[in-house]
């Protein structure tokens, strides 16, 4: 990866984890999901990628994504999973670092 690769992985990674110039607002990871919490990894992962995108990803980024997780996409999501929690961030940053996020 080069100069600006990384730099461009960076900024979705401070972007996602809410670090950024004072007086700037960004949402925070959890308010790129519904009002109520996906209930399988397949389904956070539509959410998530809805969001920014606005349009779903394609179906190998999809599973990208999904096995980024280490789950499968019917993996059940529950109250206070670490994927809702503290490592959602590290999804939305791959999600904003995805090709469909590139190309649009």
């Known amino acids: 990866m080069g100069v600006v690769g990384a730099r461009r992985v960076g900024h979705h990674l401070e972007r996602s984890s809410g670090w ?3 007086g700037l607002r960004f949402a925070a990871a959890r308010e790129l999901l519904p ?3 996906p209930g399988t990894v397949g ?3 539509d959410a998530l990628a809805l969001q920014p995108l606005d349009t779903p990803v394609p179906p190998p980024e999809r599973a990208a ?4 997780t280490g ?3 019917l993996a ?3 109250s206070g999973d670490e994927w ?3 490592r959602l961030t590290s999804l939305v940053r791959l999600v904003l670092d995805s ?3 590139a190309a649009r």
């Open 20 to 22: 950024w110039l004072p």
């Open 35 to 37: 009002v109520a919490p």
């Open 43 to 45: 389904a956070l992962v």
């Open 65 to 68: 994504l999904v096995a980024s």
């Open 71 to 73: 789950n499968s996409e």
């Open 76 to 78: 059940p999501l529950r």
């Open 84 to 86: 809702l929690g503290w």
């Open 99 to 101: 090709p469909s996020a």
